[in-house]
């Protein structure tokens, strides 16, 4: 009974403490190093975004205050958007500060509500690791980086896994299995993962995003099934993995913007000059949204391109169907409709194909 009073007495004083404030959520950042007199804030939930552009009061310090309560999440973006801090956001609302360097983001302290506070005492508890991985991120340490940078990733796996298995009860779990094990085409530690975690968080919204990133990409996963899809390309023609049977089936991903999607760097002249139609077909699935200028463009080019472009967002459905998550990116298909290889290097495409072509000759 004496802790029921206490909890409703805890709720009335709240709620008086709420009116007599304008806002919902008022964030307030003192960061040193923070090299831009503007910080940029994108309020989340669901599929809705909502940016702001905070301008700093001071070197390093700025205060965004919200009314409006139906976010979940806060990503501050700042150093000429090159660094970024998230912010969860208790429903409850209430007062959240940001302090720390802005030159070491993962480092930040975020105060204000469970999930942020458990968070930052994991942060401070990984900080050794944390900052020695952004130093050879950023090239300040470039002695043997990549073994250390695997070393110091089996670090914080290891010790992030420990903590959730500490408690799975707890949000913070949640953020940091979607932080560590979910860059990965392999979802078994994260399926594990997140067996291990109380049926109660189901509600949470970021359990429920992980449970639906993780069937993306067994849907896409080595020996997966290729997904169907039905588009048009830029002359018109309907194009579907039936127009392709009977061979193999390169679908890239690219966008005009990409420095690493040119054809040239992804090997693909070279493929297509080498195998004929009947044996391999490419289909470039660009995100560029002018198709009429994709034609001009390649009516140029003595290579017979099949593309679609991102008209009626046709390319940004198949990202989503293919769980592409950065370009440009590749898959080898089969005859079968199987997938052979996920790839962004242009080069294992060209070397997978001639072991495969050299097979189906009998050469080896």
Same mark, same amino acid.
């Given at each position: /009974? ?42 989340? &939930? ?9 301008? *700093?009061?001071?070197? +390093? ?14 990503? @501050? ?9 998230? &912010?969860?956001?208790?429903?409850? +609302? ?5 302090? +720390? ?5 993962? %480092? ?17 508890? %990984?900080?050794?690791? @944390? ?9 300040? =340490?470039?002695?043997?980086? $990549?073994? !250390? %940078? ?23 779990? &949640? &953020? ?10 392999? #979802? ?18 970021? /359990? ?7 069937? !993306? ?34 679908? $890239? ?7 690493? *999607? ?17 044996? @391999? ?24 391109? =099949? ?9 940004? /459905? ?8 950065? @370009?440009?990116? *590749? ?11 996920? #790839? ?6 060209? !070397?997978?194909?001639?072991?495969? /072509? ?7």
């Amino acid at each position: /009974m004496r802790n029921k009073i206490a909890l409703l007495l805890g709720g009335i004083i709240y709620l008086f403490a709420s009116c007599g404030r304008d806002y919902m959520y008022r964030i307030e950042g003192e960061l040193d190093n923070l090299g831009d007199s503007v910080v940029y804030a994108v309020f989340e &939930v669901d599929d809705y975004r909502l940016i702001d552009t905070v301008v *700093c009061s001071k070197p +390093g310090r700025f205060v965004i205050e919200k009314e409006d309560a139906d976010f979940n999440r806060l990503t @501050l973006f700042f150093n000429n958007r090159s660094a970024e801090v998230i &912010v969860y956001l208790p429903p409850e +609302g209430g007062d959240i500060s940001l302090s +720390g360097d802005a030159t070491y983001p993962l %480092l930040v302290q975020v105060k204000g509500g469970q999930t942020n506070n458990r968070l930052s005492a994991v942060r401070k508890r %990984l900080s050794p690791l @944390l900052k020695e991985y952004t130093d050879l991120i950023n090239g300040q =340490n470039t002695a043997d980086v $990549t073994s !250390r %940078l695997i070393h110091i990733d089996l670090q914080l796996t290891e010790q992030v896994t420990a903590y959730v298995k500490e408690h799975p009860d707890e949000e913070a779990s &949640v &953020v940091l299995i979607d932080m560590f094990f979910t860059g990965q085409d392999d #979802t078994r530690q994260l399926d594990e993962l997140l067996a291990l975690l109380d049926p109660q968080l189901k509600s949470f919204y970021l /359990m429920r995003d992980l449970e639906q990133r993780s069937a !993306r990409a067994k849907r896409t996963a080595i020996g997966a099934e290729a997904p169907g899809f039905t588009v048009k390309n830029i002359y018109g023609h309907i194009i579907s993995p039936d127009s392709f049977a009977n061979k193999y089936l390169l679908l $890239t991903f690219t966008a005009p913007w990409c420095d690493l *999607c040119h054809t040239e760097d992804l090997y693909l002249d070279q493929i297509i000059a080498t195998y004929p139609k009947n044996k @391999l077909d490419v289909l470039l699935l660009s995100l560029d949204s002018q198709p009429a200028q994709v034609r001009e463009t390649l009516a140029k080019d003595p290579v017979k391109w =099949n593309v679609v472009a991102d008209s009626a967002g046709q390319v940004t /459905m198949l990202l989503d169907l293919y769980n592409v998550r950065a @370009l440009p990116l *590749c898959f080898l298909i089969d005859e079968e409709r199987k997938i052979l290889l996920k #790839t962004d290097n242009g080069l294992e495409v060209k !070397r997978t194909l001639e072991k495969l /072509m050299r097979g189906e000759d009998g050469s080896e």
